[in-house]
T-cell receptor
Framework: SQELEQSPQSLIVQEGKNLTINCTSS?????LYWYKQKYGEGLIFLMM?????EEKSHEKITAKLDEKKQQSSLHITASQPSHAGIYLC???????????FGEGTQLTVNP | DTEVTQTPKHLVMGMTNKKSLKCEQH?????MYWYKQKAKKPPELMFV???????INESVPSRFSPECPNSSLLNLHLHALQPEDSALYLC?????????????FGPGTRLTVT
């Protein structure tokens, strides 16, 4: 089954700092999703990556999928308290099948 | 608009009660999903409906009964639940199933079984 390892498990940064969250798979990824979740709330869709080497950006968040399609990174530039939450990566076991998720990265941004 | 709505937001029920969770989307999506999320854990898939037919049941106990009355609506009927079923229940939808698509989640229903 698809297993995704996220690192770090938690991250505390000062407002304005840049940060990176990683998501690694032992198998080739058919695609990779990034979500943000506030505790006890729903998942907010951030980005979906499909092709090796693909990079997408939305506001101050950039996600990349490596050429081998086994690792993705999520980079936040000039972090703000509004970026705080749990970041989850998710991947289908085959193209377009059920999603399994990593354990998540808890991000705290101190003002 | 990428909104998936869920009602109720919170639900407390006894082990002998029957209740239902409701999920709705108006994006024209033909795939809808139920996930269960325990505290500090990632969501786990329970059911997938594709074109109003059940495509995946992840060996979920029969006390959880999904229903898809039409392409916009997804229900989860609950009966004789156990305290360990207390969790956040998330609904999601995507344009279709079997192809890589954006999957959008609702805000969830926080269920407590007493």
């Amino acid at each position: 089954s698809q297993e995704l390892e996220q690192s770090p498990q938690s991250l505390i940064v000062q407002e304005g700092k840049n940060l990176t969250i990683n998501c690694t798979s032992s198998k080739t990824l058919y695609g990779l999703y990034w979500y943000k979740q506030k505790y006890g709330e729903g998942l907010i869709f951030l980005m979906m990556l499909q092709k090796g080497g693909e990079e997408k950006s939305h506001e101050k968040i950039t996600a990349k999928l490596d050429e081998k399609k086994q690792q993705s990174s999520l980079h936040i530039t000039a972090s703000q308290p509004s970026h705080a939450g749990i970041y989850l990566c998710g991947a289908p076991e085959t193209s377009g099948s059920r999603l399994t998720f990593g354990e998540g990265t808890q991000l705290t941004v101190n003002p | 608009d990428t909104e998936v709505t869920q009602t109720p937001k919170h639900l407390v029920m006894g082990m002998t009660n029957k209740k239902s969770l409701k999920c709705e989307q108006h994006m024209g999506h033909r795939a809808m999903y139920w996930y269960k999320q325990k505290a500090k854990k990632p969501p786990e898939l329970m059911f997938v409906y594709s074109y109003e037919k059940l495509s995946i049941n992840e060996s979920v106990p029969s006390r959880f009964s999904p229903e898809c009355p039409n392409s916009s609506l997804l229900n989860l009927h609950l009966h004789a639940l156990q305290p360990e079923d207390s969790a956040l229940y998330l609904c999601a939808s995507s344009q279709d199933f079997g192809v890589l698509r954006e999957q959008y989640f609702g805000p969830g229903t926080r269920l407590t079984v007493t």
